[in-house]
C-alpha cells in the first residue's frame, strides 16, 4: 500500500510540474538551451578535467605458485598467486590474485586483482589494480585499472587505465595513466 502511495504522489508530482512546464512556455517563448556553459550560474566557473600524468615501472615477479582448481575437461582452470615487485614512477610491491583459462595450446587467458603499497610519482599509499591478460606464445600482454575508492593515504581519490608487456611469470614493463578527483 505505501508504494502505491508514494508511486500515486509521484506521477501526481509529475504531471502538476509538467502541466506547469507547458503552460510557462505559452507564457513565454524561450530558446532551449544547448550548451554547457549556458546552465551554470553567473560567476560560476565550468569543471576543468582531472590533470593526468603517466607512470612507468619494470615489473618484476618474485615468487609464483599456480594450483589447479578444475580440470575435468579442457581447458583447465588454475588460480595463481603472485607477490611482484615495481620498480621507476611506480615503486613497491604487491601480491597478486589471478583466475587463469589454460588451453591445450599453452595460451591462456586471465583476470587479477593486486592490491600495490609504495609510491606512485613520488605519492606513497595503497590502491587496487583490477586486470585482464593474454598468454600466448610465453609472452604476455595486460590492461589493468585502478579499482575507483581503493586509493589510500595519499593517494586517496586516485583514478587510472593502463598494462603491462613482458615475458609470462618473469617481467614487464609497465604504464598507468593516472589522475585523481
Given at each position: 500500500?505505501?508504494?502505491?502511495?508514494?508511486?500515486?504522489?509521484?506521477?501526481t508530482s509529475l504531471g502538476t510540474w509538467h502541466a506547469a512546464s507547458a503552460q510557462a512556455g505559452k507564457d513565454e517563448r524561450r530558446a532551449p538551451v544547448t550548451d554547457h556553459a549556458s546552465l551554470q550560474g553567473e560567476g560560476q566557473k565550468q569543471a576543468e578535467p582531472h590533470a593526468r600524468a603517466r607512470a612507468k615501472a619494470t615489473i618484476r615477479v618474485q615468487s609464483s605458485e599456480a594450483e589447479p582448481y578444475d580440470q575435468t575437461t579442457s581447458p583447465a582452470l588454475m588460480e595463481?598467486?603472485?607477490?611482484?615487485?615495481?620498480?621507476?614512477?611506480?615503486?613497491?610491491?604487491?601480491?597478486?590474485r589471478a583466475l587463469q583459462v589454460m588451453r591445450d595450446d599453452h595460451s591462456a587467458s586471465l583476470v587479477s586483482v593486486q592490491r600495490f603499497r609504495g609510491k606512485l610519482g613520488g605519492r606513497e599509499g595503497r590502491f587496487?589494480?583490477?586486470g585482464s591478460e593474454v598468454v600466448k606464445d610465453g609472452k604476455i600482454k595486460a590492461t589493468w585499472f585502478v579499482v575507483p575508492g581503493s586509493g589510500t593515504g595519499d593517494l586517496s581519490g586516485l583514478r587510472g587505465e593502463g598494462g603491462f608487456e613482458g615475458d609470462f611469470g618473469k617481467g614487464s614493463e609497465g604504464t598507468l595513466d593516472y589522475w585523481f578527483e
Open positions: 500500500m505505501r508504494s502505491r502511495l508514494m508511486a500515486t504522489v509521484a506521477i595463481i598467486h603472485l607477490r611482484e615487485t615495481f620498480t621507476g614512477d611506480i615503486d613497491g610491491d604487491s601480491p597478486v587496487v589494480l583490477q
